[in-house]
């Protein structure tokens, strides 16, 4: 099966931590550009992070900069956000998504979805 599973979320107190992982199985993520979106109640799914397939160009929301670190680790075939000084407003469920592109215009796309892991930070 081709896949995405995310694991991480939970339940944490504003000002704390939490690292999400995204395990991709039955493809090798080396070759996709990586991103983490996030869809809070009542909101629509917006970007958080991305991060190239080679690590040279990284993404971060203005809302997340400064708090929040996208990274991989292809020898595990997984991707990650490090979201500290967690707020509020961050919760949301969170997905992750690999993108690669298989022609060099862009003009054929495959990318892979995971099905979403809730964060909720709440006192």
């Known amino acids: 099966q081709l896949q995405l599973v995310e694991s991480g979320g939970g339940l944490v107190q504003p000002g704390g931590s939490l690292r999400l992982s995204c395990a991709a199985s039955g493809f090798t993520l080396n070759y996709y550009a990586i991103g983490w979106f996030r869809q809070a109640p009542g909101k629509e799914r917006e970007g958080v992070s991305c991060?190239?397939?080679?690590?040279?160009?990284?993404y971060y929301a203005d809302s997340v900069k400064g708090r929040f670190t996208i990274s991989r680790d292809n020898a595990k075939n997984t991707m990650y956000l490090q979201m500290n000084s967690l707020k509020p407003e961050d919760t949301a469920v969170y997905y992750c998504?690999?993108?690669?592109?298989?022609?060099?215009?862009?003009?054929?796309?495959?990318?892979?979805w995971g099905k979403g892991t809730l964060v909720t930070v709440s006192p």
């Open positions: 998504k690999a993108e690669r592109w298989l022609s060099p215009s862009g003009a054929v796309r495959m990318y892979y």
């Open positions: 991060i190239s397939s080679s690590a040279g160009d990284t």
